[in-house]
């Protein structure tokens, strides 16, 4: 579909004004919708909605579409703002606050097959703290909670539990959508499926998620916790694997790059307990590059007896280095909501609210060696600005109909490299050392040809969106004709530019 550029900008505050809403917008106070997670991109929106109802929002979306695109005007959703390169920002467009969307309470169906509907601007924790109540929590999670469901479902939603039930987006019964045209569509797997596929890990290009029907499962009481540590990182990639595609297994498995860390047995002892304190006392983990292989079984507590036998059986099966098996025991929801803490403790030094030029990128398993020995042998050799993730998720858990995109194997790993900047820094905790760095790690997995593809991805054209997407574009594209013909929705993306041809 092929649209004409047109400079004109219309965008005059007084007709947002008369729009009947049932909530309200604001004109002044928009300064913190142009702030995200990331602390990089500050785009100021023309106005901010906040929503009491689903019909708000499809008026507004429907009065930016009637103007045609002669308007510049553009629409986009924020969450929990935890985006890191603008990607809930619309430069003097409108920007949706979804946390105010009263419209759908949470509701829990305990049956068969257990459910919760849940509005798109809910937050995950308050999503479980509420199915615990009914004994069930959903399948799938991210490892940091405090973020809404449209969020993450426009995404995926990976975390260690990802390898047996999928992403989040593997675990959506049914969603209510408001288009780029502003209408109000429910779609599932036999309504509207195109748009239901499309939306899943669409970016927020297709349309908006104001409720989602979520999968339930049992939730247990509690969670064994354990960390063991591995020298050799061949050894723990392979006790990963091994670990993700046995029957019999743990509940959530992860894994962590640890680099050149002092007492850090030490640091793991004010939350977990050594199983054998005079050898992890002995344990020096200066100037080494270490892997953490990261492990929980959740249980109910009258099967305590089965479990430590359970646990006991599957460690006996891995090669870590025994001196630093550390193990605990946490109720599910102190285990889930564990990352919580660390916002709280950074929060009170003042360190939460800095750049955060994260890099998440999904390698194949045939190149992972090859990206690791690169990476954490020439590239990160001296420190890490925060938490390096990387964990094998097996590919036949995602389903290849959503908008999510994927590396060609049957196992990838996810590997995230969870950095924090110090304003003002110009060494190696600076924002410019470590995009030099991000930039390293992209150019490395380019010229070796590793078929890398970035999750929460970002490009700045059409053409390197066309190459991330590789044969799967077409379709991407289709859709964006049908939802959002004048790409109204998330300019932040920057895959599709108002007033510009799709095609």
């Not at 047996?164 to 045209?181: D, W």
């Not at 723990?236 to 959530?252: C, S």
């Amino acid at each position: 579909m092929a649209i004409r550029i047109n400079h004109c900008f219309s965008s005059n505050p007084s007709l947002l004004r008369t729009l009947p809403v049932d909530g309200h917008f604001s004109f002044d106070e928009v300064h913190h919708a142009a702030k995200d997670f990331g602390n990089r991109f500050q785009l100021l929106p023309l106005a901010l909605l906040y929503p009491k109802s689903v019909s708000d929002i499809a008026t507004t979306i429907r009065h930016v579409w009637q103007m045609g695109p002669n308007s510049e005007l553009t629409v986009a959703a924020r969450g929990h703002s935890h985006s890191l390169q603008g990607q809930a920002q619309a430069h003097q467009g409108i920007v949706i606050n979804m946390e105010s969307l009263q419209a759908h309470k949470m509701h829990v169906y305990s049956g068969n097959y257990p459910y919760v509907d849940a509005s798109g601007g809910e937050l995950w924790i308050d999503i479980l703290r509420e199915c615990l109540k009914y004994g069930l929590a959903p399948k799938s999670w991210t490892d940091y909670l405090h973020l809404t469901v449209g969020g993450t479902l426009s995404n995926a939603g990976v975390s260690g539990q990802a390898f047996r039930h999928g992403p989040q987006i593997s675990n959506v019964y049914q969603m209510e959508i408001v288009t780029g045209k502003g209408e109000v569509l429910n779609c599932s797997e036999k309504q509207n499926s195109d748009l239901f596929h499309g939306v899943l890990g669409g970016l927020g290009q297709f349309g908006i998620i104001t409720r989602a029907r979520i999968s339930l499962e049992p939730a247990p009481d509690m969670v064994k916790w354990i960390r063991v540590l591995y020298l050799d990182f061949t050894t723990f990639a392979t006790d990963q694997e091994r670990l993700i595609r046995a029957e019999n297994t743990f509940d959530y498995i992860e894994g962590f790059v640890i680099i050149n860390r002092t007492s850090l047995l030490n640091n793991w002892r004010s939350s977990f307990d050594p199983q054998d304190p005079v050898q992890a006392s002995q344990f020096q983990s200066d100037g080494r590059t270490l892997f953490c292989l990261e492990l929980a079984k959740y249980f109910n507590r009258d099967r305590m007896d089965a479990l430590n036998e359970e646990v006991g059986n599957l460690l006996s099966q891995l090669r870590y280095m025994t001196s630093t098996l550390f193990l605990t025991e946490v109720s599910y929801l102190e285990f889930l909501d564990r990352v919580h803490v660390s916002e709280v403790k950074l929060r009170s030094k003042g360190l939460w609210e800095v750049p955060h030029p994260w890099l998440n990128l999904l390698i194949p398993k045939s190149k992972i060696s090859d990206f690791a020995d690169e990476v954490f042998g020439n590239i990160l050799t001296d420190t890490s600005n925060g938490p390096i993730l990387i964990y094998p998720v097996n590919k036949s858990k995602w389903d290849n109909r959503t908008s999510a995109v994927l590396p060609e194997e049957d196992i990838f790993y996810l590997v995230a490299f969870l950095n924090s900047a110090m304003p003002s820094s110009m060494g190696t905790d600076g924002l410019e050392h470590i995009l030099t760095q991000n930039k390293r790690i992209l150019e490395f997995c380019e010229t070796a040809r590793l078929g890398m593809k970035q999750y929460l991805p970002h490009y700045n054209t059409q053409e390197e969106w066309k190459a991330h997407f590789g044969p799967r574009w077409e379709v991407f594209a289709q859709r964006k004709s049908a939802y959002d013909p004048l790409a109204i929705l998330a300019p932040g993306q920057r895959i599709f530019q108002k007033g510009i041809s799709f095609s």
